[in-house]
């Protein structure tokens, strides 16, 4: 089996950490493992599993590259023998099913969002994504969504959720030492055990709720032996002027000192460990929520916003806690409930959390859902 999965760069990402998951299978079973990218930090970590990085301008969607891409993956396809082109966006969705097109290869989609349409262009331009012979949607929610905006039929769609690597993602796994130097490198070793540490994973962009975490540690008081601080951990990605927001934010509401922008974080398991509680507070709803079940494999609890993806990973007052989106008044009550919950009751919530996610949401079941998948479509009459 030879699979080219087709994704704009290889950064930190739901998208992309499913990509490198993939070719691990497919490798695995003895099949090869392309990826069209533009490339980036897990680079490395794809060769390391025994993936082939190609490197191409798919991230741009002006329509010369898209064309030009077109090109260059017919002879891409041609030259390594692909049997199956696995496009996980839009803009080089449309390249690469314009070669499958051109070609034998077999084109398959994920739908990793719900890409708003508020023009019939738009709506074309997503389309693509509906397009495959197979459309896998990586959550109940997505499947929905594709089905009311496309009407794509059952026999073509699958849902297959994201994965948590349950080896990496257990607290078992994480030494204490590992907890500390994190906290070390993020200059909050002095607050571990002394101060509730709310974790808010995700890339610094208005719609992952920073703001309204901000404005909810603002409206809490002691909770606990101390005043609880908050984390924010991922990449701006350029969004300067939404740092200087949240900077301006914390200062005007008095909480800059609780409040630690710590950047990109390799050890998310590290990281939720450190953790007292795991704040997912979307404004705009997840497509799955992967943090929210790391975070549940790690046995940390979550309160997430009440819609999309999360509430499938978080049942509430089960595994978690759900919030109206939006509302920093809301998240702050559950915060203060949480932070307050007897032991008994926590630990019965965090055993549950664990065994939904590894139930559900395993790195395994989606790797094997996924080359089930593949193998159906190539045991298939075109």
Not at 119 to 127: A, F
Not at 338 to 362: E, G, Q, Y
Request: charged letters at 20%.
């Amino acid at each position: 089996m030879i699979v080219l999965q087709v994704i704009p760069e290889l950064e930190a990402g739901g998208a992309e950490r499913t990509t490198l998951e993939v070719a691990e299978a497919v490798v695995a079973a003895g099949g090869r493992a392309l990826v069209a990218s533009q490339g980036g930090r897990l680079e490395g970590e794809l060769a390391e599993l025994g993936g082939e990085l190609v490197r191409l301008p798919v991230a741009s969607k002006n329509p010369l590259t898209l064309w030009s891409n077109m090109t260059a993956l017919v002879r891409l396809i041609r030259r390594e023998g692909v049997q199956i082109v696995h496009a996980r966006s839009r803009a080089p969705a449309w390249s690469a099913k314009w070669a499958c097109d051109r070609t034998e290869a077999r084109f398959i989609t994920t739908y990793h969002g719900t890409y708003n349409a508020r023009s019939g262009l738009k709506r074309r331009y997503n389309s693509v994504m509906a397009g495959g012979e197979r459309v896998i949607a990586n959550s109940g929610f997505i499947a929905d969504h594709v089905r009311r905006e496309h009407g794509v039929d059952g026999a073509r769609l699958t849902v297959i959720p994201r994965g948590v690597d349950l080896t990496r993602f257990d607290p078992a796994a994480v030494p204490d030492e590992r907890v500390a130097a994190l906290a070390g490198q993020w200059g909050v070793a002095g607050l571990a055990g002394k101060a509730p540490l709310l974790l808010l994973p995700g890339r610094l962009t208005g719609w992952k709720g920073q703001r309204e975490a901000i404005r909810a540690l603002a409206g809490l008081g002691d909770v606990g032996p101390s005043l609880p601080h908050l984390l924010l951990v991922g990449d701006a990605q350029g969004r300067d002027a939404y740092v200087r927001e949240l900077e301006e934010l914390a200062a005007t509401l008095g909480v800059t000192d609780r409040v630690h922008r710590v950047g990109h974080c390799t050890d998310m398991p590290a990281a939720f460990a450190l953790s007292d509680l795991v704040l997912t507070p979307s404004v705009d709803p997840e497509a799955f929520g992967r943090t929210a079940a790391e975070a549940g494999a790690m046995g940390r609890l979550v309160i997430a916003a009440d819609h999309g993806g999360a509430r499938e990973v978080v049942l509430d007052g089960e595994t978690g806690w759900r919030v109206a989106p939006g509302d920093p008044a809301a998240l702050a009550t559950a915060i203060a409930a949480a932070l307050t919950l007897d032991r008994n009751v926590h630990d019965s919530m965090v055993a549950a959390a664990r065994d939904h996610v590894a139930t559900h949401f395993s790195t395994v079941s989606l790797q094997a859902s996924t080359l089930r998948v593949y193998r159906e479509v190539l045991n298939s009459t075109p």
